[in-house]
């Protein structure tokens, strides 16, 4: 893609009302680089346990970065870094304020990626950390605490690639943040008040998964509500819309994920020359930079074999990767809201819905909404405008026990 047409697209979405954030951010402390560096060995304790924390910057909320104690889809413990947001004003809500697990929108692959980063004006900072900030605001502005998760990834020393769209890891280190909130001294939260999830995109996929093993995972959480934006549910499917696409990179990261996290797979093996390189490349992007470079690419001139990724996934064992990952065969617990643009150009939006039905033949709470959409260009993107607000007003909602009732059956 050319400069030009780059600038455009990013002016494009800029103008639509998301400017990057961490610009009007001050500088975060110098000492928080030493919170992305685990003790070694890992100390022995609970998930959610805070291993280490430092203070930071963020516009109307005290910030505290953390790193905090999970698992990752083997079971493993693993150090993973986040963000704590507490609004300076008072909580004027019922009851005691609740925190937020924020899950965020794709952000990339590289260490300067990461959103504890980016939110507090370090790292990458492009129209996707304003997309990030501009969810966080609507939530802090309604008076949620914020528990953001980076999830696990190398912006950790020792972390390893992000095992991107994984959905025990994720729904792991989304759950864990809360516990890691919870724990947080010096913030004034409570110990064990009302929880709630958010995410959109990788992050809407991060919720849902995280709502789905709520009761086992964390059955201490008392969470009154899950919102899934646009969620990539059902990764067969990805495999094939993708694919040689405009955003053919969130597949190229969904297989360096699928090799961090499975490493018994030899995903590599099946790569040429060319998809080596596209890997070693692009475990070093941020989104944008991602999605600009390889758009267009057709995964079958980078696998030996000439095949498209889509014929390895429905075979062993690969078949079973697929199968474990995806969203939709166990019932929340809790309340859902799940919502996506019918016109949705990265995640088909079937996906989205079907994930939904099968909630609800399970006997789950689930609102189902059409997420508003002004063009089918971008809609995906755009769809970040609309989701923040959506999201935060049906979780107020639920934490006020007024969202009991979906509507299941009528979509």
């Excluded at 000492?31 to 805070?50: A, I």
């Excluded at 859902?336 to 006997?363: F, N, R």
């Excluded at 006020?400 to 009528?410: E, F, W």
Aim: aromatic fraction near 8%.
């Amino acid at each position: 893609m050319s400069a030009f047409l780059r600038r455009g697209v990013v002016a494009t979405l800029v103008a639509a009302g998301m400017v990057a954030l961490p610009a009007a951010n001050a500088p975060a402390l110098a000492d928080s680089t030493s919170v992305y560096v685990p003790p070694s060995p890992l100390p022995p304790g609970q998930n959610g346990d805070v291993l280490k924390s430092a203070p930071s910057t963020y516009n109307g909320a005290k910030a505290t970065r953390i790193l905090y104690l999970s698992r990752d889809n083997k079971d493993k413990p693993v150090a993973v870094s986040g963000s704590v947001f507490v609004p300076n004003s008072a909580w004027t809500g019922p009851g005691e304020r609740p925190i937020v697990a924020y899950a965020p929108f794709t952000f990339g692959m590289g260490p300067q990626c990461a959103p504890s980063k980016t939110l507090a004006g370090e790292g990458a900072s492009d129209v996707i950390s304003g997309f990030q900030g501009g969810f966080v605001n609507a939530l802090l502005n309604a008076g949620f605490a914020v528990a953001q998760t980076d999830y696990i990834g190398p912006w950790v020393e020792g972390g390893g690639e992000h095992p991107y769209v994984v959905r025990l890891s994720e729904a792991h280190t989304v759950l864990d943040v809360l516990r890691a909130a919870q724990r947080l001294p010096g913030t004034g939260l409570p110990a064990n008040g009302p929880v709630g999830i958010a995410g959109y995109s990788e992050g809407g996929g991060a919720a849902a998964s995280a709502a789905e093993l709520a009761a086992t995972y964390a059955p201490e959480l008392d969470v009154k509500g899950v919102y899934a934006g646009a969620p990539p549910a059902d990764k067969a499917a990805l495999s094939k819309s993708l694919d040689g696409g405009m955003y053919v990179a969130f597949l190229g990261y969904a297989l360096i994920g699928i090799n961090q996290a499975y490493p018994e797979a030899n995903m590599m093996s099946l790569a040429n020359e060319a998809g080596a390189q596209l890997f070693l490349q692009a475990r070093q992007t941020c989104t944008l930079d991602a999605v600009f470079r390889f758009m267009g690419k057709q995964t079958s001139s980078l696998t030996k074999s000439g095949q498209p990724v889509a014929s390895f996934l429905a075979r062993p064992p690969f078949d079973a990767i697929v199968a474990e990952n995806r969203i939709g065969t166990l019932k929340p617990a809790m309340p859902t809201m799940v919502e996506q643009s019918p016109l949705d150009d990265v995640i088909p939006a079937a996906t989205g819905k079907q994930m939904a039905k099968d909630w609800c033949a399970k006997g789950a709470t689930v609102q189902w909404k059409d997420l508003v959409s002004f063009t089918p260009v971008f809609s995906h993107a755009l769809g970040m405008l609309t989701a923040p607000g959506d999201a935060t007003a049906w979780l107020q909602s639920a934490f006020k026990g007024q969202a009991r009732s979906g509507n299941c059956g009528r979509f």
